[in-house]
T-cell receptor, first 109, second 116 residues
Framework: GQNIDQPTEMTATEGAIVQINCTYQ??????LFWYQQHAGEAPTFLSY????GLEEKGRFSSFLSRSKGYSYLLLKELQMKDSASYLC??????????FGPGTRLSVLP | GAVVSQHPSWVICKSGTSVKIECRSL??????MFWYRQFPKQSLMLMAT?????????EQGVEKDKFLINHASLTLSTLTVTSAHPEDSSFYIC????????????FGPGTRLTVL
């Protein structure tokens, strides 16, 4: 079966660092994506990992361990506009994505 | 690049009517398009996958006769919600993949459907 887990909600303070974890068990693996979604809007691409290790892109970094079925998204220097849902998605071959339940992040002043 | 549009952005209709939602890839040819449904505070649920010129593949539990998908060209896919009911009210999002190194999906802005 396909299963992706993420924490449902997280809260952090402006300027802080937050790590959002994602664990997955899928029948196939062709890469893992992180998307940001503000309420009422479509998801926007943040990062893509296919090999183990850390990918850094500005304030956002994403890590992948394929052997552990684990990824995390690291957000640094949090800003109020970072309040959103963060979706972990596994590319399950055949161009079929499996989305996690999403993590709602609230950034407080 | 890689822009996907949807039309309309929102629609309100009466129960029993049909609603068509268009999804277009504006600056690339989409080999595959996906249709998702998202209820409030929930994640995206894949409804169906469509490839140009062939029948859509529906996920388990999605009624193909109720949610008609037509992928007429490499830049256009349509979702028609037939005989809509209040429980069909949701946020419908399409995405598309083109040729490229990854299978990244590019998402449209979504369509908010409200059935009265």
């Amino acid at each position: 079966g396909q299963n992706i887990d993420q924490p449902t909600e997280m809260t952090a303070t402006e300027g802080a660092i937050v790590q959002i974890n994602c664990t997955y068990q899928t029948s196939g693996f062709n890469g893992l994506f992180w998307y940001q979604q503000h309420a009422g809007e479509a998801p926007t691409f943040l990062s893509y990992n296919v090999l183990d290790g850390l990918e850094e892109k500005g304030r956002f970094s994403s890590f992948l361990s394929r052997s552990k079925g684990y990824s995390y998204l690291l957000l640094k220097e949090l800003q109020m506009k970072d309040s959103a849902s963060y979706l972990c998605a596994v590319d399950n071959y055949g161009q079929n994505f499996v989305f996690g339940p999403g993590t709602r992040l609230s950034v407080l002043p | 690049g890689a822009v996907v549009s949807q039309h309309p952005s929102w629609v309100i209709c009466k129960s029993g009517t049909s609603v068509k939602i268009e999804c277009r890839s504006l600056d690339f040819q989409a080999t595959t398009m996906f249709w998702y449904r998202q209820f409030p505070k929930q994640s995206l649920m894949l409804m169906a996958t469509s490839n140009e010129g062939s029948k859509a593949t529906y996920e388990q539990g999605v009624e193909k006769d109720k949610f008609l998908i037509n992928h007429a060209s490499l830049t256009l896919s349509t979702l028609t919600v037939t005989s809509a009911h209040p429980e069909d009210s949701s946020f419908y999002i399409c995405s598309a993949t083109g040729t490229g190194r990854t299978n990244e999906q590019f998402f449209g802005p979504g369509t908010r459907l409200t059935v009265l």
